[in-house]
């Protein structure tokens, strides 16, 4: 089964909830950059500093400072057996600084699945969109309300509505996206190692797609 897999697509098309879901099932490390991010921001650590302005703005965190994030967190044990990367990498020279390091542990992406969704359904999901603060698990006002309003049904924290799902910022999220992140559905094409996966349907029949995917590399 595919050890190192990456989910692409743009933000609100369900990475994070997918990837959540395949490494539990598949007993691999869940990488997500976003909730690394966030997380250095929540404890205000230097990282977290340099990172939150791009964050607020819907802009990408510069190369070398996400990559060296990326490069710490691939070297702890728990990604040994594999990883499901959510949110990285993000642009070009990301994808080949991934190459890069997995080539150091003599692994490479063994498969990337490509899910998508029309832009009014991106925005109806960001939109309704509640995250925890505890562990960044997510709920949807109208889609999978939480059983309490405001509280996580997992962990009973607090839910509130990301900054970057704002109105505002969710267009410059899915243009950076366009412009940015989508030529990777061509860098990874070229190694044979896209599969399209439509992410409009119910989250369990794009699981069930994911893992029958995995399971034939
Ligand atoms: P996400 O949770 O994946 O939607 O990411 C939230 C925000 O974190 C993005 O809008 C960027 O500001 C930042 N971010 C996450 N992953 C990356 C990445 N691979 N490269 C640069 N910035 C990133």
New binding site residues.
């Given amino acids: 089964m595919a050890s190192f897999v990456i989910l692409l697509g743009p933000?609100g098309v369900g990475?994070?909830t997918q990837a959540k879901i395949i490494a539990e099932k598949t007993r691999r490390a869940h990488i997500?950059?976003?909730?690394l991010?966030?997380e250095n921001i929540k404890n205000q650590t230097d990282l977290g500093k340099k990172?939150k302005a791009?964050?607020d703005k819907?802009?990408?965190?510069?190369?070398d400072v996400?990559i060296d994030m990326?490069r710490d967190r691939l070297r702890q044990p728990d990604c040994q057996a594999g990883a499901i990367l959510?949110?990285?990498?993000?642009?070009p020279a990301?994808a080949e600084a991934l190459d890069a390091l997995l080539m150091d542990f003599r692994v490479q992406v063994d498969l990337v699945p490509n899910l998508t969704a029309p832009a009014s359904v991106l925005v109806d999901r960001i939109g309704g969109r509640l995250t925890c603060r505890a562990h960044s698990h997510v709920f949807h006002s109208k889609y999978d309300p939480p059983k309490v309003p405001g509280k996580c049904d997992l962990d009973g924290s607090d839910l509130y509505q990301r900054e970057?799902d704002k109105p505002e910022t969710v267009q410059r999220?899915i243009q950076?996206y366009m412009e940015q992140t989508a030529p990777l559905i061509e860098y990874y094409r070229h190694q044979g190692k896209i599969v399209e996966v439509d992410g409009t349907r119910e989250v369990n029949d794009v699981t069930s797609d994911l893992m029958d995917a995995l399971q034939k590399v």
């Fill in positions: 933000p990475k994070g997500s950059s976003g909730d991010f966030r990172a791009y964050l819907g802009e990408l965190v510069p190369d996400t990326i959510d949110g990285f990498p993000r642009t990301q970057d999220r950076v």
